[in-house]
């Protein structure tokens, strides 16, 4: 019994250490000196989000020599990450931001001659509010 209530007591312990800790600055020695860290949501988050530009008119990135670039799709809304499927397929997750919806993943089927997608159809739809499959 003894050894059950010093497991209780040791996990009170952590939690009231955690929820002190959670109200209170928090000062760590970094290599640029010590710093005073605000606690977590003390401050507001940063906003620092980058703008697509895209590729001008005709235009396309420089590769080395012996490679050439193609663009494989445009008209996605804000593409967060891709993986290539064992069958040459591609899934590519769009986020939803304030300017674009999202929250799908697109999926790319088949490669034409000049190294673009065959077809394009929503693989799943929804992904903020659980997944539902496309039909």
Avoid: C
Wanted: glycine residues 8%; positive net charge.
């Amino acid at each position: 019994m003894r050894h059950h209530l010093n497991g209780v007591f040791a996990l009170v312990a952590a939690i009231a250490f955690l929820q002190s800790a959670a109200q209170k600055n928090t000062i760590v020695n970094t290599a640029a000196g010590i710093v005073n860290l605000p606690s977590p949501y003390a401050t507001p988050s940063a906003n620092n989000s980058s703008s697509s530009i895209g590729w001008p008119e005709g235009k396309t990135p420089i590769a080395p020599a012996g490679f050439t670039v193609t663009k494989y799709a445009s008209g996605l809304a804000n593409p967060r990450w891709i993986y290539q499927l064992t069958n040459g397929d591609v899934l590519v997750s769009e986020a939803e931001t304030k300017r674009n919806k999202g929250n799908d993943i697109i999926i790319f089927h088949g490669t034409k001659s000049d190294g673009t997608y065959e077809t394009k159809k929503i693989f799943l739809k929804g992904l903020n509010n659980g997944p539902a499959k496309e039909k």
